[in-house]
Protein backbone atom coordinates (compact mmCIF):
# COMPACT_ATOMS: atom_id res chain seq x y z
CA UNK A 1 0.00 0.00 0.00
CA UNK A 2 1.14 3.44 -1.09
CA UNK A 3 2.32 5.75 2.26
CA UNK A 4 0.30 8.69 3.14
CA UNK A 5 2.14 11.30 4.34
CA UNK A 6 1.23 14.42 6.36
CA UNK A 7 3.56 17.40 5.91
CA UNK A 8 3.97 19.39 9.59
CA UNK A 9 6.34 22.06 9.40
CA UNK A 10 7.91 22.95 12.80
CA UNK A 11 8.80 26.98 12.36
CA UNK A 12 11.32 28.02 15.37
CA UNK A 13 11.14 32.32 15.66
CA UNK A 14 12.56 33.02 18.93
CA UNK A 15 14.80 31.49 21.24
CA UNK A 16 17.47 32.85 24.29
CA UNK A 17 20.58 31.33 23.58
CA UNK A 18 23.54 32.87 22.14
CA UNK A 19 24.70 34.33 20.22
CA UNK A 20 22.28 37.66 19.34
CA UNK A 21 19.14 35.85 21.19
CA UNK A 22 19.02 33.81 17.73
CA UNK A 23 16.45 31.68 16.46
CA UNK A 24 17.11 28.17 17.48
CA UNK A 25 15.97 24.79 17.05
CA UNK A 26 18.84 22.72 18.92
CA UNK A 27 20.35 21.78 15.76
CA UNK A 28 20.64 25.40 14.01
CA UNK A 29 20.39 28.71 14.55
CA UNK A 30 19.13 31.87 12.45
CA UNK A 31 20.21 35.62 13.64
CA UNK A 32 21.07 39.13 12.54
CA UNK A 33 24.97 39.87 11.62
CA UNK A 34 26.05 41.76 14.87
CA UNK A 35 26.30 45.72 14.35
CA UNK A 36 29.29 47.49 15.59
CA UNK A 37 27.64 48.18 19.01
CA UNK A 38 25.77 45.34 20.01
CA UNK A 39 24.37 41.87 19.15
CA UNK A 40 21.40 42.28 17.59
CA UNK A 41 18.43 40.19 18.74
CA UNK A 42 15.48 40.58 15.48
CA UNK A 43 16.17 42.80 12.46
CA UNK A 44 14.59 46.18 12.58
CA UNK A 45 14.82 48.29 10.07
CA UNK A 46 13.38 51.18 8.70
CA UNK A 47 13.14 52.80 4.77
CA UNK A 48 11.22 55.07 2.74
CA UNK A 49 9.32 54.08 -0.36
CA UNK A 50 11.89 53.16 -3.00
CA UNK A 51 15.01 52.34 -1.22
CA UNK A 52 16.96 50.13 -0.77
CA UNK A 53 19.01 48.22 2.07
CA UNK A 54 21.39 45.73 2.19
CA UNK A 55 22.13 43.61 5.29
CA UNK A 56 23.19 40.25 6.62
CA UNK A 57 21.87 37.17 8.13
CA UNK A 58 23.89 34.14 10.02
CA UNK A 59 22.53 30.58 9.36
CA UNK A 60 24.96 28.46 11.91
CA UNK A 61 25.09 24.70 12.19
CA UNK A 62 25.07 22.79 15.70
CA UNK A 63 25.09 19.42 14.73
CA UNK A 64 28.33 17.41 13.99
CA UNK A 65 27.17 16.95 9.82
CA UNK A 66 26.81 19.27 7.24
CA UNK A 67 23.13 20.74 6.44
CA UNK A 68 21.58 21.97 3.57
CA UNK A 69 19.05 24.39 3.83
CA UNK A 70 16.71 26.83 1.79
CA UNK A 71 16.88 30.00 2.60
CA UNK A 72 13.87 32.69 1.69
CA UNK A 73 12.17 35.76 2.99
CA UNK A 74 8.75 35.57 4.11
CA UNK A 75 5.62 37.65 5.47
CA UNK A 76 4.65 37.52 8.94
CA UNK A 77 1.11 36.82 10.62
CA UNK A 78 -0.51 36.37 13.34
CA UNK A 79 -2.47 32.84 13.99
CA UNK A 80 -5.71 32.91 14.13
CA UNK A 81 -6.48 30.61 17.33
CA UNK A 82 -4.08 32.35 19.63
CA UNK A 83 -2.65 35.45 17.27
CA UNK A 84 1.07 33.66 17.66
CA UNK A 85 3.65 34.97 15.21
CA UNK A 86 3.72 32.91 12.27
CA UNK A 87 5.14 32.97 8.89
CA UNK A 88 4.28 31.89 5.21
CA UNK A 89 5.57 28.81 4.14
CA UNK A 90 7.89 29.37 0.50
CA UNK A 91 4.88 28.26 -1.82
CA UNK A 92 2.68 30.91 -0.60
CA UNK A 93 2.07 34.36 -2.28
CA UNK A 94 4.23 36.65 -0.57
CA UNK A 95 2.78 40.52 -0.30
CA UNK A 96 5.01 42.82 2.02
CA UNK A 97 8.61 41.64 3.29
CA UNK A 98 8.23 38.73 1.81
CA UNK A 99 8.36 39.67 -1.42
CA UNK A 100 10.78 42.33 -1.11
CA UNK A 101 13.57 40.49 -0.12
CA UNK A 102 15.90 38.38 -1.69
CA UNK A 103 18.82 36.83 0.07
CA UNK A 104 22.27 36.50 -2.06
CA UNK A 105 21.17 32.79 -1.95
CA UNK A 106 18.54 30.61 -2.02
CA UNK A 107 20.45 27.57 -1.29
CA UNK A 108 23.00 27.19 1.16
CA UNK A 109 25.34 24.43 2.91
CA UNK A 110 26.51 25.29 6.19
CA UNK A 111 29.23 22.36 7.41
CA UNK A 112 29.17 20.76 10.72
CA UNK A 113 29.69 22.81 13.65
CA UNK A 114 30.28 26.16 11.44
CA UNK A 115 28.61 29.10 10.26
CA UNK A 116 27.37 31.14 7.41
CA UNK A 117 26.75 34.86 6.36
CA UNK A 118 24.44 35.44 3.63
CA UNK A 119 23.74 39.27 2.33
CA UNK A 120 20.21 40.19 1.33
CA UNK A 121 18.44 43.15 0.01
CA UNK A 122 15.64 44.70 0.62
CA UNK A 123 13.74 47.08 -2.26
CA UNK A 124 11.01 48.84 -0.94
CA UNK A 125 8.52 49.54 -3.64
CA UNK A 126 7.29 53.18 -4.45
CA UNK A 127 3.71 52.66 -3.71
CA UNK A 128 4.64 50.77 -0.53
CA UNK A 129 2.03 51.27 2.32
CA UNK A 130 3.26 53.02 5.45
CA UNK A 131 3.55 51.76 8.47
CA UNK A 132 4.78 48.11 9.64
CA UNK A 133 5.78 45.42 7.97
CA UNK A 134 6.54 42.22 9.61
CA UNK A 135 8.44 39.29 8.10
CA UNK A 136 11.34 36.50 8.35
CA UNK A 137 14.51 34.95 6.57
CA UNK A 138 13.79 31.32 6.82
CA UNK A 139 16.44 28.44 6.65
CA UNK A 140 14.01 25.45 6.01
CA UNK A 141 15.32 21.90 5.83
CA UNK A 142 13.92 20.74 3.14
CA UNK A 143 14.54 16.74 4.36
CA UNK A 144 11.38 14.87 5.51
CA UNK A 145 11.56 13.14 8.43
CA UNK A 146 9.10 9.88 7.80
CA UNK A 147 6.85 7.80 10.28
CA UNK A 148 5.97 4.16 9.87
CA UNK A 149 2.47 2.94 9.29
CA UNK A 150 0.08 3.79 6.36
CA UNK A 151 -0.76 6.72 7.62
CA UNK A 152 3.01 8.53 8.96
CA UNK A 153 3.48 12.08 9.89
CA UNK A 154 6.08 13.71 7.93
CA UNK A 155 7.96 16.81 9.68
CA UNK A 156 9.81 19.52 8.01
CA UNK A 157 11.82 21.76 10.08
CA UNK A 158 12.60 25.63 9.92
CA UNK A 159 14.39 28.13 12.04
CA UNK A 160 13.13 32.11 11.18
CA UNK A 161 15.06 35.23 12.14
CA UNK A 162 12.04 38.00 13.00
CA UNK A 163 12.31 41.02 10.89
CA UNK A 164 10.06 43.95 11.62
CA UNK A 165 10.28 46.57 8.28
CA UNK A 166 8.59 50.61 9.30
CA UNK A 167 7.81 52.32 5.92
CA UNK A 168 8.09 55.95 5.79
CA UNK A 169 4.79 57.70 6.15
CA UNK A 170 1.90 58.49 8.68
CA UNK A 171 1.44 56.37 10.82
CA UNK A 172 -2.35 55.32 12.19
CA UNK A 173 -2.84 53.10 15.33
CA UNK A 174 -5.86 51.82 15.09
CA UNK A 175 -8.14 48.76 17.36
CA UNK A 176 -11.37 47.39 16.74
CA UNK A 177 -13.42 44.62 18.70
CA UNK A 178 -15.79 42.65 16.87
CA UNK A 179 -18.15 39.83 17.02
CA UNK A 180 -18.42 39.74 20.85
CA UNK A 181 -20.56 36.81 21.99
CA UNK A 182 -21.45 34.75 25.00
CA UNK A 183 -22.69 31.12 25.74
CA UNK A 184 -23.48 29.86 29.19
CA UNK A 185 -22.95 26.51 30.26
CA UNK A 186 -25.84 25.93 32.56
CA UNK A 187 -25.98 22.56 34.57
CA UNK A 188 -28.92 20.24 34.02
CA UNK A 189 -30.66 20.63 37.48
CA UNK A 190 -29.98 23.57 39.61
CA UNK A 191 -27.32 22.59 42.36
CA UNK A 192 -25.65 19.78 40.35
CA UNK A 193 -23.07 21.65 38.98
CA UNK A 194 -21.18 24.86 38.43
CA UNK A 195 -22.32 27.74 35.98
CA UNK A 196 -20.38 28.62 33.50
CA UNK A 197 -20.05 30.96 30.28
CA UNK A 198 -17.54 31.60 27.64
CA UNK A 199 -16.92 34.91 25.99
CA UNK A 200 -15.65 35.11 22.78
CA UNK A 201 -14.37 38.12 20.74
CA UNK A 202 -12.23 38.98 17.37
CA UNK A 203 -9.23 41.54 17.86
CA UNK A 204 -8.73 43.37 14.67
CA UNK A 205 -5.81 45.87 13.92
CA UNK A 206 -7.34 48.13 11.39
CA UNK A 207 -4.03 50.53 11.66
CA UNK A 208 -0.68 50.32 10.34
CA UNK A 209 1.66 49.96 12.92
CA UNK A 210 1.79 46.89 14.83
CA UNK A 211 0.20 46.95 18.57
CA UNK A 212 0.65 45.58 22.53
CA UNK A 213 -3.30 45.25 23.07
CA UNK A 214 -4.73 45.37 26.64
CA UNK A 215 -8.56 44.17 27.08
CA UNK A 216 -10.54 44.24 29.52
CA UNK A 217 -14.06 42.45 30.01
CA UNK A 218 -17.05 43.88 31.86
CA UNK A 219 -20.49 42.22 32.41
CA UNK A 220 -23.74 43.64 34.35
CA UNK A 221 -26.33 42.10 34.93
CA UNK A 222 -30.15 42.79 35.73
CA UNK A 223 -30.18 46.92 37.37
CA UNK A 224 -26.81 47.25 36.58
CA UNK A 225 -25.33 45.03 38.95
CA UNK A 226 -21.07 44.20 38.33
CA UNK A 227 -20.94 40.57 37.52
CA UNK A 228 -17.24 40.19 36.04
CA UNK A 229 -14.25 42.62 36.06
CA UNK A 230 -11.52 41.55 35.00
CA UNK A 231 -7.98 42.31 32.63
CA UNK A 232 -7.09 39.71 30.14
CA UNK A 233 -4.45 37.91 29.75
CA UNK A 234 -4.30 35.53 26.89
CA UNK A 235 -3.88 38.17 24.78
CA UNK A 236 -1.27 38.32 21.65
CA UNK A 237 1.84 41.24 22.63
CA UNK A 238 2.22 41.85 19.07
CA UNK A 239 -0.98 42.32 16.65
CA UNK A 240 0.12 42.93 13.33
CA UNK A 241 -1.52 45.41 11.20
CA UNK A 242 -4.53 44.10 9.34
CA UNK A 243 -4.71 40.71 11.30
CA UNK A 244 -7.58 39.53 13.11
CA UNK A 245 -7.50 36.64 16.09
CA UNK A 246 -10.68 35.18 17.60
CA UNK A 247 -10.16 34.52 21.03
CA UNK A 248 -12.34 33.14 24.29
CA UNK A 249 -12.78 33.50 27.50
CA UNK A 250 -13.59 31.55 30.18
CA UNK A 251 -16.14 32.72 32.71
CA UNK A 252 -16.73 30.45 35.68
CA UNK A 253 -19.34 31.39 38.28
CA UNK A 254 -21.38 32.72 35.78
CA UNK A 255 -24.98 33.53 36.84
CA UNK A 256 -27.69 31.20 36.87
CA UNK A 257 -30.12 33.37 35.58
CA UNK A 258 -30.03 37.11 34.70
CA UNK A 259 -29.96 39.27 31.84
CA UNK A 260 -27.25 41.70 31.50
CA UNK A 261 -24.39 42.52 28.83
CA UNK A 262 -20.95 41.97 28.52
CA UNK A 263 -18.07 44.72 27.18
CA UNK A 264 -14.89 44.39 25.88
CA UNK A 265 -12.15 47.46 26.09
CA UNK A 266 -9.28 46.88 23.46
CA UNK A 267 -6.48 49.52 24.13
CA UNK A 268 -3.35 50.27 22.62
CA UNK A 269 -1.12 53.05 22.30
CA UNK A 270 -3.14 56.16 20.98
CA UNK A 271 -5.98 53.69 20.07
CA UNK A 272 -9.19 52.20 22.20
CA UNK A 273 -12.32 50.44 21.02
CA UNK A 274 -14.94 49.01 22.98
CA UNK A 275 -18.09 46.49 22.03
CA UNK A 276 -20.86 44.72 23.76
CA UNK A 277 -23.17 41.84 23.70
CA UNK A 278 -26.27 41.13 25.74
CA UNK A 279 -26.94 37.79 27.55
CA UNK A 280 -29.52 35.45 29.15
CA UNK A 281 -28.94 33.43 31.54
CA UNK A 282 -31.93 30.51 32.09
CA UNK A 283 -31.47 27.31 34.32
CA UNK A 284 -31.84 24.16 32.58
CA UNK A 285 -35.12 22.99 34.46
CA UNK A 286 -36.85 26.68 34.49
CA UNK A 287 -36.05 26.71 30.36
CA UNK A 288 -37.93 23.24 30.87
CA UNK A 289 -40.85 24.59 32.51
CA UNK A 290 -41.38 27.91 31.03
CA UNK A 291 -41.09 25.84 27.42
CA UNK A 292 -44.18 23.13 28.85
CA UNK A 293 -46.14 26.22 29.85
CA UNK A 294 -46.10 27.83 26.21
CA UNK A 295 -46.54 24.56 24.27
CA UNK A 296 -49.62 23.95 26.95
CA UNK A 297 -50.74 27.78 26.65
CA UNK A 298 -50.29 27.18 22.69
CA UNK A 299 -52.49 23.75 22.58
CA UNK A 300 -55.51 26.05 24.58
CA UNK A 301 -55.99 28.75 22.07
CA UNK A 302 -55.30 26.25 19.06
CA UNK A 303 -58.62 24.05 20.39
CA UNK A 304 -60.49 26.99 21.39
CA UNK A 305 -59.76 28.66 18.01
CA UNK A 306 -60.87 25.18 16.26
CA UNK A 307 -63.94 25.29 18.16
CA UNK A 308 -64.66 28.38 17.25
CA UNK A 309 -64.46 27.97 13.30
CA UNK A 310 -66.91 24.79 14.09
CA UNK A 311 -69.96 26.51 14.79
CA UNK A 312 -71.94 27.57 12.31
CA UNK A 313 -73.94 30.86 12.58
CA UNK A 314 -78.02 31.18 11.37
CA UNK A 315 -78.85 32.76 8.83
CA UNK A 316 -81.08 35.76 10.08
CA UNK A 317 -83.75 37.27 7.57
CA UNK A 318 -83.79 40.80 7.17
CA UNK A 319 -87.56 41.64 7.89
CA UNK A 320 -89.51 42.78 5.06
CA UNK A 321 -90.11 46.84 5.29
CA UNK A 322 -94.24 47.86 6.30
CA UNK A 323 -95.89 49.19 3.46
CA UNK A 324 -97.40 52.69 4.02
CA UNK A 325 -101.49 52.69 4.61
CA UNK A 326 -102.59 54.96 2.18
CA UNK A 327 -104.36 58.12 3.63
CA UNK A 328 -107.35 59.21 2.34
CA UNK A 329 -108.31 62.88 1.60
CA UNK A 330 -110.33 64.56 3.84
CA UNK A 331 -112.69 66.66 2.35
CA UNK A 332 -112.84 70.64 3.25
CA UNK A 333 -116.50 71.97 4.33
CA UNK A 334 -118.76 73.18 2.18
CA UNK A 335 -118.74 76.85 2.80
CA UNK A 336 -122.36 78.16 4.01
CA UNK A 337 -124.11 80.78 2.18
Known amino acids: MRTLYALLLTLFLTGLTAPAHA ?19 YFYLSADPGATIEDRVVVANKTGGPL ?3 LYAADAYNTPRDGGFAVRTAQERQRGFGAWARPAKSRVTVPAHGRVTVPFTLRVPEGAEPGDHAGALVALDERIEKGDGSLALGVRRAVAARVYLRVGGPTVPAIAVENVHVVHHQPLLPGL ?3 TATVSY ?11 PRVELRAKGLFGRTLLARDLTRVPSELLPGQRVRLTEPWRGAPRLDWGKVELTASAEHTRASAS ?12 ALLLVAVAAGAVLAVRARRGRGRRSVPVRPSRPARPTPSRPRSSPSARP
Open 23 to 41: ADNGSWSVYPVSSEIAARP
Open 68 to 70: TFR
Open 193 to 195: GDS
Open 202 to 212: TLHNTGNVTLD
Open 277 to 288: ASFLAVPWAVAV
